[in-house]
């Protein structure tokens, strides 16, 4: 058997488990129900996610490049600051869809009656929510060596069906009090 055989699985393993570990911390971080406060809530839009869909647009890109006195060192340095304003970005909207799906979990828990189905919706919600930052997580590393441009309108539709799912478990928890 040749070295090449056992070495490679064991190498494609670690390089998935690197690539793998961070994201899954980041997605499995309980979130504090304290951090959440009734004003968070009420001012909390998925729309303010939408300038992420712009951050590395390649006419950006190519109109800087058309420009007079372009420099590669310029293009290199936009792209590096929007990367790291994009990782910035996620970070914030993983965080925050942590946040929404811990209260609507906490409101179906206290609810009084049968929330299976709510539960399971969630944990769909959950999932789903975690391939898509699966997805961008790849394509985010593809970017980062020049090689792709990100796509996050999926994600940014998970999280705003996250906050719909909650204001929709809200509301039914309000109406129920009545």
Excluded at 49 to 60: F, K, Q, S, T
Excluded at 75 to 84: E, I, P, S, T, V
Excluded at 104 to 119: H, K, M, N, T, Y
Excluded at 151 to 160: E, P, S
Aim: hydrophobic residues 50%; aromatic residues 12%; charged residues 20%.
């Amino acid at each position: 058997m040749s070295v090449a055989l056992i070495f490679t699985p064991v190498v494609l393993f670690l390089l998935t488990a690197i690539f793998l570990v961070p994201i899954l911390t980041r997605l499995l971080r309980r979130s504090d129900l304290a951090e959440v406060t009734p004003e968070w809530l009420e001012n909390f839009t998925a729309a303010s996610y939408y300038p992420m869909e712009g951050l590395l647009a390649e006419e950006d890109f190519r109109f800087l490049s058309r420009q007079p006195g372009f420099d590669l060192s310029l293009y290199r340095k936009l792209r590096a600051d929007r990367l790291r304003i994009f990782r910035q970005y996620l970070n914030r909207l993983i965080g925050d869809f942590n946040r929404l799906h811990a209260v609507a979990r906490f409101f179906v828990i206290q609810g009084a009656e049968d929330q299976s189905e709510i539960l399971k919706q969630l944990i769909w919600l959950r999932i789903r929510f975690s391939a898509s930052v699966l997805r961008v997580e790849a394509s985010y590393l593809l970017c980062r060596f020049g090689w792709h441009m990100l796509a996050v309108d999926t994600l940014i539709a998970r999280l705003d069906e996250m906050s719909r799912q909650l204001n929709a478990i809200s509301a039914a928890r309000l109406a129920a009090s009545h």
